[in-house]
């Protein structure tokens, strides 16, 4: 008796307070939750009918015998004429069944106890045959719906007053559906193998709508008042743990929203840090895992690089699962050294080297990790491709790599706490990855031994102190954060001369062209006074370009020339009324200061008595609404080209506009491609890596545009190295393959979309 296990035996040791009635709310609450899931389940597969008719045609012109061929059409044509009565029996089915199973748990009815050794009885080879067609759709879809299932437990056992409630006794979940969909084709007198076929086509069709339908009964639910949030409890130390996966697990329960639940305590600093993160948008673990069942429901996909477990050779697994607590136990004595096989059964023979590149396939490698709960597994086997796909970054530093090496095991451990960890890309232990990843872009390896240092104690103290509170990475990174922002700033103060030079110089060689920008259009109108325009021509546009030269024109002293320049124009312009006069005297003390005191920020304070005796004639003929006495020609005429003599002078020869220069202009029409317009659209902190002829490499960063998009320079970290590059030329260089732009994501965001598109399937 000892020796026979008694599979699919419910634990009946848990104690379980059943109501002796359940109350009407619940009954209702359950029947619209039923209600929505079996109704929603047709929905999606009546709209993917076409698809199931496609599918089946495929598998029809690739069968390899003619009774595989006559299942396919024979699906088809049950599809076409027969799919609305089945899921009206569907319905009826499904909905008996759940209001049997609810009965029972709440205690209206006596529940089934496990069959005892005198009921064992042989059973049917077609019976058994659909139990394990059953069991394997009902596995997949419960393993891609796991994090909403979770939520759906908890919730479930609160509304019924029970103290937790397993799969088999849940009649929402996926199982239970599957049962009764195999049932109505039973009863339609569907021989057994087009019903496999159907029911495996059922699931096909759902899978990727039902965990939305399941995150919408958690809506339901919450809406109702069950567990709105999913409670993170009381902190609790790693030995009481649930294992992932499980009710009261780790991992992100959903309802509708990701809802961070962690059964592992991640100590008091993660739990503020679980409320920030609450809001995650997208679910990046299921992905992952919807990804992986998709191409390789076995779990092993052999052509995406996945490290299978070992099935040979490591004897019988115990008789207990290693929970989550149990392999994060074994796996912080693995981070801190201690890989002693003797106090960890479960490593095996594998010898394990925390500091290697390749730590996470080795302890995928190990006994224990088999042993472990499959959503513990298939996170190992995550994390390691995603480190995979870290060390193979061609942006990561060798030195870099080899400090993120370090980190493996506690990232594993975060990951197995914590699924958020996959999402939130400001997760703490995601963040400390990327800055330490970034902080090694453009640095040789000698070249800073301070950043090396520093970089190589934060990992050390992750490594030596964290066990289950995430805190110390965003402490960590704090610290590091800040040492390079001290090191940027002293860089920033190198390179500030330089920038300041290039910026006068570009302004220069532009500002005669936005200054004739905004004079012509003032001096061209009619009826402007030839004093005025010569004003404007000859002084005032030596003033705006000074002031171009020296603080460009987006500022508030370009802008205050400007509205001198105009209210100078209106100035002169008759006056037909009262209240334009008195605008006028108001006006002019102010005006004739400042238009003064700019001529002499200049030096040209010597011109102004000769046009203030001039301009005082143009302001009384305003005043007495009379014509300028010296109006200028007729709108349209250009007098910006040759400025008019200036009062005692007999004319003048030099030209004052000036043509922008060439590099200046903007290039002929249709040479733009898309090298230039990814240069045109970099932004300052872009890294670039140039290679010279000799094949040298080095890596700048943009350290300043200029405002026109005409000139950039790059610096190294220090602040040194400077080059400057023309538009024209940095796009050159990437059509040539000679500079090549470094990727502006974060590393841990390229390594999840290398992993997505590495195990994605392939398209038909």
Partial sequence: MSNVIPFGAHDNSLPKEMPTAMPEDARSILATCRDRLAQGVIAVFVKHLGRANDEFLGLADRAINLEQQQICFAAMHFIANRAQPLLDRFQKIYVAAFDASVAGLGGERPRSSPRGLDELQLIDTEEFEQDLAIGKVSTRAAFNCSQQLVALDRRLAVLLRLQRIGQDENPLYPGHLFSAMLQALTEMDVDRELSLALLQSFERQTANELPGLYADLNRHLA?????????????????????????????????????????????????????ASANVQQDIFSQLLQAIQTANPLHAPANTGWPSAPSAGLGPSPSANVSVHQLVDALSGLQRGQADPQSMPGLGAVRIDPDRGNVLRQIRSTPMANWSHPMDAMTIDIVSMLFDAIFNDPDLSATMRAEIAKLQIPVLKVALLDKSFFSDRKHPARHLLDVIANSGIG????????????????????????????????????????????????????????VAKLEHDERSEIAASR?????????????????????????????????????????????????????????????????????????????????????????????????????????????????????????????????????????MTDSVVQPPPASAQAPPEGTEDRHLRLVQALEVGAWIEFQSFRGTRNTLRLNWVSEFKRVYLFTNRQGENAMTLAATSLAEHLRKGTARLLSQNPLTDRAVAQVLEKIKPPTP
């Fill in 223 to 275: 809406q109702s008042g069950i567990l709105p949030t999913i409670p993170l409890g009381a902190p609790q130390s790693l030995s009481d743990a649930p294992s992932a996966g499980q009710p009261g697990g780790s991992g992100m329960a959903s309802g509708g929203s990701a809802e961070p639940y962690r059964g592992a305590s991640l100590g008091q600093g993660s739990a503020s840090y679980g409320a």
């Fill in 443 to 498: 640095r040789g390896e000698h070249d800073e031994p301070r950043l090396t240092q520093k970089i190589h104690a934060i990992v050390e103290s992750v490594v030596s102190g964290f066990d289950s509170d995430i805190q110390i990475f965003a402490t960590q990174v704090q610290k590091l954060e800040e040492f390079l922002q001290d090191e940027d700033g002293r860089a920033q103060g190198k390179a500030t001369q330089q």
């Fill in 515 to 651: 200054v004739n920008e905004a004079i012509a259009p003032r001096v061209q109108r009619s009826q402007i006074p030839r004093l005025i325009v010569a004003f404007l021509e000859r002084h005032w546009r030596q003033v705006l370009t000074a002031i171009f030269i020296r603080a460009g024109d987006t500022g508030a002293e370009w802008a205050e020339a400007i509205r001198l320049m105009d209210e100078l124009i209106w100035s002169v312009e008759s006056k037909s009324g009262a209240q334009e006069r008195d605008r006028l005297l108001a006006l002019l003390p102010d005006l004739l200061k400042r238009l003064r005191q700019g001529l002499e920020r200049v030096q040209l304070d010597g011109a102004w008595d000769d046009f203030f005796s001039e301009l005082i004639r143009l302001h009384m003929a305003a005043l007495r609404n009379d014509p300028a006495p010296d109006a200028g020609p007729s709108e349209g005429q250009a007098l910006s080209s040759q400025p008019l003599p200036w009062p005692g002078e007999t004319g």
